[in-house]
């Protein structure tokens, strides 16, 4: 089946501890998407990347890193260095088709920092 | 700065129908989605209008008229699995989706 996955579904830090949170897409799209969602709040751009080797910071970027050496997996860190980092994290994806932009997200983690 | 506005939460009764508002200000616009959000799940997919009008499909409708700003997704036949939030996001001028907060909607028998 195509579609988004990310893993864990739950998870839980220490405070200090970087942790990685997976995303990987199997529906050939080229962009793909962290966003954090905050109870009250709308979802929040964290990083995004259109291609290959290729990402761009988000509007709440710090603290957090990414890499896309693949197409199919955009695996988000969060470091020791995110403040208040406790939030439930979405992963998207969207095909290359610039008129609709439409997104697709995968189940979402929710991290807990102790 | 770009901003969505949608109510925080609305309660309808099951077998009625409900209005879900959202006016947006953004810099450009080149689309607007509707997305629907169960409590500890991810958003899917419910609408995209760019042209003004209605759109409908199914027992969910969404409308826009760029001019006002402002969007409105209406539910017909309000089942109890449609206890959700409804999203509501806008493409700006530079292909970045703008969220809304959400709209959290309650279903009473």
């Known amino acids: 089946d195509g579609g988004i996955t990310q893993s864990p579904k739950y998870l839980f830090r220490k405070e200090g501890q970087n942790v990685t949170l997976s995303c990987e897409q199997n529906?050939?799209?080229?962009?793909m998407y962290w966003y954090r969602q905050d109870p009250g709040q709308g979802l929040r751009l964290i990083y995004y990347?259109?291609?290959?080797?290729?990402?761009q910071k988000g509007d709440i970027a710090e603290g957090y890193s990414v890499s896309r050496e693949k197409k199919e997996s955009f695996p988000l860190t969060v470091t020791s260095a995110q403040k208040n980092p406790t939030a439930f994290y979405l992963c998207?994806?969207?095909?290359?088709?610039?008129?609709?932009?439409?997104?697709?997200f995968g189940p979402g983690t929710r991290l807990t920092v102790l | 700065g770009q901003n969505i506005d949608q109510p925080t939460e609305m309660t309808a009764t099951e077998g009625a129908i409900v209005q879900i508002n959202c006016t947006y200000q953004?810099?450009?616009?080149?689309?607007l989605f509707w997305y629907q959000q169960h409590a500890g799940e991810a958003p899917t997919f419910l609408s995209y209008?760019?042209l003004d009008g209605l759109e409908e499909k199914g027992r969910f409708s969404s409308f826009l008229s760029r001019s006002k700003g402002y969007s409105y997704l209406l539910l017909k036949e309000l089942q109890m699995k449609d206890s959700a939030s409804y999203l509501c996001?806008?493409?700006?001028?530079?292909?970045?989706?703008?969220w809304g907060a959400g709209t959290k909607l309650i279903i009473k028998p």
């Open positions: 998207a994806s969207s095909p290359p088709d610039r008129v609709t932009d439409t997104q697709y």
């Open positions: 529906l050939n799209h080229d962009a």
């Open positions: 990347s259109q291609i290959v080797n290729d990402f």
């Open positions: 953004t810099s450009g616009f080149n689309g």
């Open positions: 209008n760019v």
């Open positions: 996001a806008v493409l700006d001028s530079n292909y970045q989706l703008i």
